[in-house]
């Protein structure tokens, strides 16, 4: 069935670097995106959306890039911070559906 | 501060003994949601009230029921627990149908034994 998934399950990066996570969805009816952090038992966090009519948009610290054409998502975050340690998942609005999640571990 | 707060967060039960977890909010937010969360996993929806108006998941076990008496409480019901219904129960809110910035409780983890 269709559903939204994410490309790598581990990211390890070092403080200060850039970091990309990236997530596949296949349903073409979803028309809205959000990408949540889930620290170490804490319910997810809401980061960011973006709606289908877009193809970028910035928050502090984070951008999510939304290729339809490609049915591609991404989340930048600048600067990465070790309180950036966590799980993010990306959704959609179709049935509210979690990809699988990336876990960021960031390297002092 | 406003929230979603989720009781117990920590829960015992034995192997077919009915259990019932509570989340209530003071966001006055009109849709709750109920997900499922497995070690190392996504969040799974089971199901999900616009207002009084209850939506389950095509794929959500019969075992699996919630109610949701006023806007600022719902529950859900496991009426028989099976070892497989171990978990993180996770509830959410968001303001309105169409609205789907969900303010997550910090879940109750549920353990069978």
């Known amino acids: 069935g269709e559903n939204v998934g994410l490309h790598l399950p581990t990211l390890s990066v070092q403080e200060g670097d850039n970091s990309i996570i990236n997530c596949a969805y296949s349903n073409s009816a979803s028309d809205y995106f959000i990408w949540y952090k889930q620290e170490s038992g804490k319910g997810p966090q809401f980061i960011i959306d973006i709606r289908s009519n877009m193809d970028k948009r910035q928050g502090q610290r984070v951008t999510v890039l939304l290729n339809k054409t490609v049915k591609h998502l991404s989340l930048q975050i600048a600067a990465t911070q070790p309180g950036d340690s966590a799980v993010y998942f990306c959704a959609e609005n179709n049935d509210m559906r979690f990809g699988a999640g990336t876990r960021l571990t960031v390297k002092p | 501060d406003a929230m979603v707060i989720q009781n117990p967060r920590y829960q015992v039960t034995q192997f077919g003994k009915p259990v019932t977890l509570s989340c209530s909010q003071t966001l006055n937010h009109n849709v709750m949601y109920w997900y499922q969360q497995k070690s190392s996993q996504a969040p799974k929806l089971l199901f999900h009230y616009y207002d009084k108006d209850f939506n389950n998941e095509a794929d959500t076990p019969d075992n699996f029921q919630s109610r949701r008496p006023n806007t600022s409480f719902c529950f859900l019901d496991i009426r028989s627990p099976g070892l497989g219904d171990a978990a993180m129960y996770l509830c959410?809110?968001?303001?309105?149908?169409?609205?789907?910035?969900?303010?997550f409780g910090p879940g109750t983890r549920l353990t069978v034994t």
């Open positions: 959410a809110t968001s303001s309105s149908r169409g609205n789907y910035e969900q303010y």
